[in-house]
């Protein structure tokens, strides 16, 4: 996995490889803003994430997903994690917890 000091640095380049499509977290599925396709957690894989903590306070936790969705869509989710995180799904969260812990 790669390495990126900035959070703009990471979603650059995630766009350079094709993840140029942005996903939010709407209740129960992810939504892309630009086309209005919903995912449900079994439509998409996580294939890399990113943590990021603010310079000058550690409770600006951020991390950047890149999202690939099982009919070859590719795109980036960026969201709080810990006490900031957005409210969504049991089972979203659960598959977004799997990765920000590891």
């Known amino acids: 996995m790669k390495s990126y000091d900035t959070l703009t640095e990471a979603v650059n380049d995630l766009k350079t490889r094709g993840y140029n499509l942005d996903f939010n977290l709407k209740d129960t599925r992810l939504e892309?803003?630009?086309?209005?396709?919903?995912?449900?957690?079994?439509?998409f894989e996580i294939t890399e994430f990113y943590r990021f903590e603010g310079d000058t306070d550690p409770g600006d936790e951020l991390v950047v997903y890149a999202i690939e969705s099982t009919e070859g869509l590719k795109g980036t989710l960026i969201n709080a994690f810990g006490p900031y995180a957005n409210t969504a799904s049991d089972?979203?969260?659960a598959k977004l917890k799997m990765h920000t812990q590891q």
């Open 91 to 93: 089972e979203l969260i």
């Open 32 to 43: 892309c803003t630009s086309t209005g396709k919903q995912l449900s957690p079994r439509e």
